[in-house]
């Protein structure tokens, strides 16, 4: 009936609440069995069974007997396949703490007031006594033993040990796209290199297929299945660059010319984007951060002629604008790589379409002051300058089909260079752990790993990376490890061995005495160049000189420029080319004088034998009497002959 149902239910409710429910069986009572119940008893004896002698009967002694053993241990091999533990990132905004929320840590006014105040109070003293019993414990077990004492001091791997150079391939990321995209950009992480950005990209004009993303990617270097962060622009990026002061902050170039500031923590979206009327005209082919406190200045550079340097805070327009125009004739050269070292704040280098790089110093007051050198590197585009870390008066430039070191002092020629390969080269770093070492990627998917103290003609190791060419090459800060991206989109990271990543003993002087060395040849055949240049200008000077006074030739306005050898050839092949033409013209004036000559010589000669020649009877020539014969002589002599006479 309902009230019993209504008391049942009141019954198992009061039930609940007095008693928790531990197990819950699923089962039958009948199918886990019975019950077990061990309580604590003496021993007892269940059985005694003695030997029987009679049953020995029943068995037979097998002789000889044959068994098996094995001296050593048994072992066994397994084979477990485990589940992929899955890691997640997550981060936390941390300001700096332990202050009231009416204290502002930012005024000094405050904190002092405030500190003033705490070191009054009783507890402070007794806190900072308590630890600083704790402090003083830990700092002479410093001082007792020194945790960073180097027992080895003589231990360093270098070319002078055993050990040859050796590089592997040892993690490959792969474009998780399908439309496949050159990477043109990498930067590492700052703390620890433990990430690595890629710029992904198409720059063949007009070549990008439908359909492709724009997307580029952040890699941990330990998981290379995925990518840990996914960058979505606009426009896909040329460019990418980290901040050394902000580690989540990233500088991004796009092919629409904008610059971008990317935080992973805050999404995939651009946190700011530099509007498209204010920014470059061209894709911005490189950008980079400056050295400030605070770590908000950077600039860019594009093919359209223009350095453009942004407050990362504000990116409504560009701070400054530079043209790269170092003649200062209205002909901008279009960059294409930056170079910018921190000891060096107000100078910074442009990589040229031209295959110039020019130098610039901010210092300067008027466009042509802020230009201060101009150095003629490659026939073609260059694709890389960076400095030495080491010694920044020294730079690499990457272009054409060769890769040169370049003196700051001298801008005639370079003090080192390699020779011509039959692919073209694509990029160049220098190591950031040993002076000598630098590495040069090419077209053909090799790089190759330079160190100049062991053989400057020929690099040292050459690893055959990839199958399709390097684009970007960016080596970590501690040396050991170098990220290639090549045009399928596979950025391969390369680990070297210590004899090229770690500096061997002295190298550093001997780096030094090297490259001063080849600066003073360089310097004093470029002084030789310039000695017999003026001897030339001199010695034209004066044959020019000489011809205006006799009025024999043309004057001729000769504008030299000796750091212009083309111009100097130019000139030199046209006035070949005037000088033969004045003989050729000469020669025919003679030729046809002579020709002249000849045509009157024969007509006196033809009048002459006219008059000298006899009359004649009808009917047959009269044969000339020896009278005639002295006429002849003397007509001869040039007299007037007489008259023959008649028998």
């Not at 710029?199 to 840990?228: C, H, T």
């Not at 991004?252 to 009327?277: C, H, M, W």
């Not at 340097?309 to 604008?321: G, I, M, S, Y």
């Not at 013209?585 to 002579?594: F, G, L, M």
Request: charged residues 30%; glycine residues 6%; negative net charge.
């Amino acid at each position: 009936s309902d009230s019993t149902a209504r008391d049942w239910d009141a019954w198992r409710r009061r039930v609940g609440r007095a008693m928790e429910i531990v197990h819950v069986y699923q089962r039958e009572r009948k199918d886990f069995g019975r019950q077990c119940n061990f309580s604590d008893r003496s021993a007892k004896l269940i059985a005694d069974i003695q030997p029987d002698p009679s049953l020995a009967a029943s068995y037979m002694i097998r002789s000889p007997v044959e068994i098996a053993c094995q001296e050593t241990k048994e072992f066994s091999e397994h084979e477990v396949n485990t589940e992929t533990a899955e890691y997640t990132t997550s981060g936390m905004n941390h300001t700096e703490g332990g202050w009231p929320k009416d204290v502002d840590h930012n005024e000094v006014e405050q904190v002092s007031r405030y500190r003033k105040k705490e070191e009054k109070r009783e507890a402070f003293v007794e806190s900072v006594k308590e630890m600083g019993e704790v402090m003083m414990h830990a700092i002479k077990q410093n001082n007792a033993v020194d945790i960073y004492e180097d027992y080895f001091p003589g231990g360093e791997v270098g070319m002078d040990s055993a050990e040859p150079p050796s590089a592997k391939v040892t993690t490959v990321f792969r474009d998780p796209q399908e439309l496949k995209r050159s990477i043109n950009a990498l930067s590492w992480y700052p703390d620890q290199a433990t990430r690595v950005a890629g710029a992904y990209s198409v720059l063949d004009f007009q070549k990008a297929p439908e359909g492709m993303s724009a997307d580029s990617y952040i890699w941990n270097i330990e998981r290379s299945a995925a990518p840990e962060s996914t960058l979505s622009p606009s426009s896909p990026l040329v460019s990418i660059e980290y901040n050394p002061k902000d580690l989540h902050m990233l500088l991004g170039g796009q092919y629409n010319g904008q610059l971008a500031i990317f935080d992973p923590r805050k999404g995939t979206r651009p946190v700011e984007v530099s509007p498209i009327e204010k920014s470059h005209r061209d894709p911005v082919f490189s950008a980079k951060f400056l050295a400030s406190k605070q770590g908000t200045d950077a600039f860019s550079c594009s093919t359209d002629g223009q350095v453009l340097f942004w407050d990362v805070r504000k990116l409504a327009e560009p701070v400054e604008t530079l043209m790269i125009e170092p003649q200062q004739d209205g002909k901008l050269l279009g960059g294409v790589a930056l170079e910018y070292e921190s000891t060096m704040p107000t100078k910074f280098q442009v990589g040229t379409e031209q295959g110039e790089v020019i130098l610039f110093n901010r210092k300067g007051k008027t466009p042509a002051e802020k230009i201060a050198a101009s150095y003629p590197c490659h026939l073609g585009p260059v694709y890389a300058v960076e400095r030495n870390p080491f010694f920044p008066k020294y730079f690499l430039t990457v272009g054409d089909w060769s890769m040169r070191t370049w003196c700051e002092d001298i801008k005639e020629s370079s003090v080192m260079w390699t020779k011509f390969y039959d692919c073209n080269l694509t990029s160049g770093a220098w190591s950031t752990s040993r002076p000598s070492v630098c590495f040069s990627t090419k077209a053909d998917g090799s790089l190759d790993i330079w160190d100049i103290l062991f053989k400057s003609s020929v690099p040292t190791l050459t690893v055959q990376v990839t199958d399709v060419s390097i684009q970007s090459i960016r080596v970590d800060s501690r040396g050991k490890y170098v990220c290639v991206g090549d045009k399928s989109g596979t950025i391969s990271m390369v680990e070297l061995n210590d004899a090229l990543s770690k500096m061997q003993n002295s190298e550093k002087p001997n780096v030094a005495a090297f490259l001063e060395r080849e600066t003073n040849r360089e310097k004093s055949v470029v002084a030789r160049i310039r000695e017999v240049k003026l001897k030339e200008q001199a010695e034209r000077k004066k044959s020019a000189g000489a011809a205006a006074r006799t009025g024999s030739a043309k004057k001729d306005e000769v504008k030299e420029d000796e750091e212009d050898p083309i111009a100097e050839a130019e000139k030199g092949f046209w006035d070949a080319i005037e000088m033969d033409k004045l003989k050729r013209e000469k020669a025919i004036e003679t030729k046809k004088k002579k020709a002249e000559a000849d045509i009157e010589n024969a007509k006196l000669a033809d009048a002459k034998e006219e008059e000298g020649t006899p009359a004649t009877e009808e009917g047959g020539d009269a044969a000339p009497t020896a009278d005639a014969a002295p006429t002849e002589d003397v007509a001869a002599d040039g007299g007037e002959a007489p008259a023959p006479t008649e028998e």
